[in-house]
Each structure stands twice: as structure tokens, then as C-alpha cells.
């Protein structure tokens, strides 16, 4: 399975991103994370989408403003970011796993991104 990333950028406080991350190479079934890692800060959890039934999980200090979907394909998982703050400065990965249900921890994922800059200006 290979992941590509893209979408990152540099955008103001209170502005919006959209993230893609397109899979290759099996079936979609899936579960698929999004995890970044802030400067100097080890790797977090920040949303996952299971497979089959597709459903989504946030850490709490997103909730009301990302939105983790896939599209019709199956194959890419978004993950809309709306009123951006500094804190979410990041390089964004996205993951994959084997397994259908979403997890919350790396260990879950099988497959890694090689990341995408967000950047959110003061």
C-alpha cells in the first residue's frame, strides 16, 4: 500500500485546509487515520474513519471543526480542517490499516504517509 498526502499550505487563524490522501494498491475496506506532529512534539492522534460503515472519531480538541470523510472511490480520505488555529501547525500523516475498525494509537496503522505542512499564521 503506498500513501500520498497533499494539501497542506499556509493559511491565517480562522481559515480552512482540506486535506487528501490517496491509497494504492488493494482493496479499501479499511480503516485510515490522520496524525500530526507539531515541531519539537512526539506524533498525535487527531481523527480516524473505519472501514465498511465508515464511522469517524475525533480528539477532542478538534471536534466541531475537522471532518474526516472518504471519497466515492473508497481510496482517499479527507479530512476538512475549518477555523484553524497556530496550535494545529503540523506536518499532517495520514495512515493506514489493515484492520476495518478505526483505532486511536499508531501501533493500529500499517502503512504511513509521507506528510503534508500545515502551517496557520497568528
Known amino acids: 500500500v503506498q500513501l500520498q498526502a497533499f494539501g497542506g499550505g499556509l493559511v491565517q487563524a480562522g481559515g480552512s485546509l482540506r486535506l487528501s490522501c490517496a491509497a494504492s494498491g488493494r482493496s479499501f475496506d479499511n480503516a485510515m487515520g490522520w496524525f500530526p506532529q507539531a515541531p519539537g512534539k512526539e506524533r498525535e492522534f487527531v481523527a480516524a474513519i473505519s472501514g465498511s460503515d465508515e464511522n469517524t472519531y475525533y480528539t477532542d480538541s478538534v471536534k466541531g471543526r475537522f471532518t474526516i470523510s472518504r471519497g466515492n472511490a473508497k481510496n482517499t480520505v479527507y479530512l476538512q480542517m475549518n477555523n484553524l488555529k497556530p496550535d494545529d501547525t503540523a506536518l499532517y500523516y495520514c495512515?493506514?490499516?489493515?484492520?476495518?475498525?478505526?483505532?486511536?494509537?499508531?501501533?493500529?496503522?500499517?502503512?504511513w504517509g509521507q506528510g503534508t505542512q500545515v502551517t496557520v499564521s497568528s
Open positions: 495512515a493506514f490499516s489493515y484492520r476495518n475498525r478505526l483505532g486511536f494509537s499508531e501501533s493500529w496503522y500499517d502503512y
